[in-house]
């Protein structure tokens, strides 16, 4: 019998988590926050204000991200676009917002070929947010199963 070595590197955690692929300083992104209530919602939303004075030099397009998968979606509802967490903060401070309560329901993209379309179209799209590009990956399968083509060049 012998005994077993275990060796561990521990350090800090880095200040600032970065992701590289970000490009918030170009685009605005999408914050979303839902709730089960409008109660729950306005707590939400102090918690974010909060979060984001605390935390001002954060990536929004990280957080953003974060904030879509990190959480179901819920009937009440506040979406803003911003480019960074001070223009965040900001605007979850302002008075006129307004909250929407939304029904859950399924939703389906129709693309209608009627030359509103152009090769490459959603290129950008498919190279910056990842779970449209799993959800493209998809449908590209099931199409080169029945069609024994790709839909992707």
Known sequence: MSGTNVHALIQ?????LHNPKSNSTFRPQVMTISAKSEAALEAYRLKYLEFCKSN???DVAD?????SLGRAAFPYRIALTTKSMIEFASKLEAQELKVGKATL?????????QGSHYQG????????????????????????RILGLPCLT
């Open 105 to 113: 329901r399924k939703i389906a993209f129709l693309f209608t070929g």
């Open 12 to 16: 800090e955690p880095p200040n600032k």
């Open 121 to 144: 179209m959603a290129r950008n799209l498919y190279a910056s947010v990842p779970f449209f590009a799993s959800a493209l990956d998809s449908c590209n399968e099931s199409f080169k």
């Open 56 to 58: 001002p030099d954060l």
């Open 63 to 67: 957080v953003s991200y974060g904030m």
